[in-house]
């Protein structure tokens, strides 16, 4: 069995009727699949698509491109934590993080004090985090180290992980989690494929972004990304750890697990 651990399938744009989503899932053995929320709006569409389904699950979360210091995202969010209703489908925070690469994305002020409001809800309420860092490394290691007298542990993932080798080392020494797609089936970055290749399995999780990012050799046959993809992923991956298909299924499922108590 394997499990997607970021998709986006929820948003009212996906191309593909949930039902048919699942029932692909379920049929390439990906058993269970996290919503993640983007911003307000987008949570609240995650939490409503996991509650039709056994399978799914969300998260909450205000992305970067979404840090426009407005006060009242952060007291809906809130909201969303405390709904009792929403507690057994919701099993983290994010996607959270900081992002450079737009040039009109909210300022590094904006994004690093949203970022940090949303981390002290996660260790509020003991939930796991899903990073997306891009092209900020250096500035998010400086904002999880102003938790570091906290005593209590962030916990979480790196998604999407593609950047340097002493940024993976550092987010493992940190504890984290590190989250690969369908880029690492096609990236012809031999830096990157040797990075991909240094991440310790006990810390791998499998995820496919969808409905971006079709791993191969899916690409340019689909239009669109889907959870059923996450075999595709898990099957290159298991050439370069030199394990079987249902050894790395079982490795990377357990760690999802773990880190979601899913
Ligand atoms: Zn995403």
Redo the contacts with the bound molecule.
Sequence with gaps: MLIDT???IHESDYPIHGDDVIERAHNAGVMQMIC?G?NISDSQLAIDFASKYDRVFASIGV?PHYADNDGDKLRRLVGLLYSTENQQKLVAIG?IGLDYHYSDSPSPENQSKLLKQQIELALEHDLPI?F?VREAYDDFWKVLDSFKDDGRQIRGVL??FTDTIDNLNEGLRRGFYISVNGISTFTKDNVQKSMFASIPIDKLLL?T?AP?LIPNPLRGKVKTNEPAFIREIAEFNSTIYNLSFDEIADVTTANARKLFKL
């Design positions: 970021h998709c986006h993640i983007t992305h996607e899903i997306h998604h999407c995820e972004d971006w």
